[in-house]
């Protein structure tokens, strides 16, 4: 069974970081383009940022500067690193895995930014 299995959501204040992790199973993810996704309340689900299995990464542009995408081929992992966070980065975080013939979507991990 395939699954993807995020953790590492919370509450963090305005200018704080958290480090979110979603790890593999059940399939080789090293070839997989990998990344993560959000969805906050009432809105689309938007992307946050992705990687291919050689590295190259992808980011919106509301959190280029901010956040930094990686990844860790051995243990089907993939990671997302979040600095300054702001309240609009308040939403549901998903993991996803991406090949040329299917997808997987993890659970979702809740990040909220909130004094």
């Known amino acids: 069974q395939v699954q993807l299995v995020e953790s590492g959501g919370g509450l963090v204040q305005p200018g704080g970081s958290l480090r979110l992790s979603c790890a593999g199973s059940?399939?080789?993810?090293?070839?997989?383009?990998m990344g993560w996704y959000r969805q906050a309340p009432g809105k689309q689900r938007e992307l946050v940022a992705g990687?291919?299995?050689?590295?190259?990464?992808t980011y919106a542009g509301s959190v280029k500067t901010r956040f930094t995408i990686s990844r860790d081929n051995a243990k089907n992992t993939v990671y997302l690193q979040m600095n300054s966070l702001k309240p609009e980065d308040t939403a549901v975080y998903y993991c996803y895995a991406r090949s040329t013939f299917t997808s997987y979507w993890g659970q979702g991990t809740q990040v909220t930014v909130s004094s």
């Open positions: 059940g399939s080789n993810f090293s070839i997989y383009v």
């Open positions: 990687i291919t299995s050689g590295g190259v990464t």
